[in-house]
């Protein structure tokens, strides 16, 4: 799977990811610092990736105006193992299908 990672989100998620062989393309490397979140959205459209972000409020909102990509709201947890953790358990469990064009929680 590709993963658009927000800039909000610790670097301990995108190489979990990596590790565990998805994509991950990052928003200050793909995008630039401080990108719109609309832009962001769009750039996930366009290049089929689900977004993994912590700012809930912005992303909810778009992502009801534009379904077309899946988004992960990525929770702060006390450690970034601990986030690592709860976002791989819900890559088993949602699989593709259940990421792509859903909201999911981490």
């Known amino acids: 799977m590709r993963f658009l990672v927000d800039e909000d ?6 190489r979990c990811l990596r ?4 994509e991950v393309l990052l928003v200050p ?3 630039g610092v401080r ?3 609309v832009d962001i959205w769009r750039h996930a459209v366009q290049t089929q990736s689900i977004v993994v972000t912590c700012n809930r409020q912005d992303f909810l909102e778009l992502a009801g105006t534009e379904p077309a990509t899946g988004l992960i709201i990525l929770n702060r947890r006390r450690t ?8 791989l358990q819900l890559l088993a469990s949602a ?4 990421l792509k064009g859903n909201i999911n929680f981490a």
């Open 95 to 98: 699989g593709e299908d259940g």
């Open 19 to 22: 590790q565990a062989s998805h």
């Open 80 to 87: 970034r193992q601990a986030e690592c953790r709860h976002l």
């Open 9 to 14: 989100v610790a670097i301990e998620a995108a």
């Open 35 to 37: 990108t719109d979140d």
């Open 29 to 31: 490397e793909v995008l």
